[in-house]
């Protein structure tokens, strides 16, 4: 493989104007080519071969769910075993694999992507029911982690600062792990599965990536496409199966060495519980990397703009049907400003959100992704129902054949119900009362969890309050409190929202690597 292919300082990828024509014409063309894979079948991928089992699963379109994307196979743990001592076996060699030639793979990626950009964006749309701008951004997103995580290796790379004295040659250089257990989400099917893969793969790790059930078509395109740009046999292993039947035995595998996850606080304490406990053969201590959701929310204060206030929580509570883990599931207002906010959210939120199936460029507001989450998110709405005022939505969406929820506003609820506590992950906001900004900080931090959050206030002094107490990993003044850019947000939360891994940031390939200080005396001999 040449020397490595891109040099140029990280920018990130630019979104895509489908104001235009030509762009508007490419996603039809694109949804029309998934449309015609439709049930296909896809295999497991072990150590390059592919394998055909007798259980089987079907991904299904959450906008209309007579559709099948494609069909998938059901791992057993023997399938598991497999994979990890083929990712174990090939270790050996990929571990010395030079770091440009890793970097290279992730950049061919990159361009390959970029090339088949509007592809994986439609199949997105039907594969978890984004919208056309969702889905874009999520490609965009992916090619993004492929162009920092390479040039962030490189720079790992290089020569470390260390103190020098006389009479010693000193070197710290960073190596990887051994076998890592990615499991990545269903609701940035091709970002977050991509980045979480390939931060592995360039720092010199081996991987078994096992994606959610809901969106598994889109991650075997992508082991699909690394394969394209020539990444070696066994150092990818793609395998789909219930969680419940591999998931304990792919984390407890005395050969794995690492499981990176993203999902629910449950699981992934879970994961952490399992990890934890050492297995005959076992030679270290695992190392678990998890974002686990949060229940965020957005203060707005009387100091605020509260036109801007109101689009941030609209956007930030109903993109992508409140299916995001730094969604906005709480505002927390200010009490003097409180019904003007209200009404000026519920107003935007009845002009700005199209429903509808998302295969339609007009329709922003789509599906939930599942049977599952469909009756969780109305079982907390019908919960809602009880603990504070329906304003606004309520209901499941009639006459579709898919997983429609209506976009709905709670007022009035108390910071310690039910639906002020639990993460929803879905199209559900509670408007929480304050008094005082001073109180709205105490409301926000009153949760388990510390993701992100958001303030709108003109007031320079209580910005400077919120940087120093509202305990979140990613913070946001004066804007909506989604919409993390990679090398620009690096993204993680503080308690149930995991290990602030700061996914996109400079520290983020340190989780992956461990680092080794070479001492040599120097004789004059």
Known sequence: MQEVLHKSEFVNEPFTNFTLEYNKNKMLEALNQVKKEFGKEYPLIINGERIYTDKKDKSINPSNIDQVIGIV????????????????????????????????????????????????????VYEVGKSWVEADADVAEAIDFLEFYGREMIRYAQEQPLTRIEGEKNKLIY?????????????????????????SLVTGNTVVLKPSGDSPVIAYKFVELMEEVGLPKG??????????IIGDYLVSHELTRF?????????????????????????????????????????????????SASDGIVASAFGFQGQKCSACSRA????????EVISKVIDKTKKMLSIGNPEKLENNFGPVSSKRAFDKILNYIEIGKKEGKLLLGGNKIENTNGYFIEPTIFADVSPNSTI??????????????????????????????????????????KLQKAEEEFFVGNLYLNRKCTGALVGVHPFGGFNMSGTDSKAGGRDYLLLFMQAKLISEKITNT
């Open 73 to 124: 196979q059901e791992a057993t743990k023997e399938h598991a075993d497999m994979a990890i001592k083929s990712a174990y076996e090939n270790f050996k060699t990929w571990k010395k694999v030079p770091y440009q030639e890793r970097a290279n793979y992730l950049f061919k990626a990159a361009d390959l992507l970029r090339e088949r950009k509007f592809y994986y964006s439609a199949l997105i």
């Open 175 to 199: 190596i990887p792990l051994g076998v890592g257990i990615v499991i990545p989400p269903w609701n940035f099917p091709l970002a977050i599965m991509a980045g979480t893969t390939v931060a």
């Open 235 to 244: 150092v990818l292993n793609f395998i789909t199966g219930d969680g419940a």
């Open 259 to 307: 499981i990176s996850f993203t999902g629910s606080m449950q699981v992934g304490l879970r994961i952490n519980e399992v990890a934890s406990k050492h297995k005959e053969g076992q030679l270290w201590i695992k190392r678990v990397v998890a974002e686990m959701g949060g229940k965020d929310a957005i203060i707005v204060d009387d100091e605020a703009d509260l036109d």
């Open 332 to 339: 927390i207002v200010v009490e003097s400003v409180y019904d």
């Open 420 to 461: 002020a506590q639990e993460e929803i992950f879905g199209p559900v906001l509670a408007f929480i009362k304050a008094k005082d900004f001073d109180e709205a900080l105490e409301i926000a931090n009153n949760t388990k969890y510390g993701l992100t959050g958001s303030v709108y206030t003109l007031n320079r002094e």
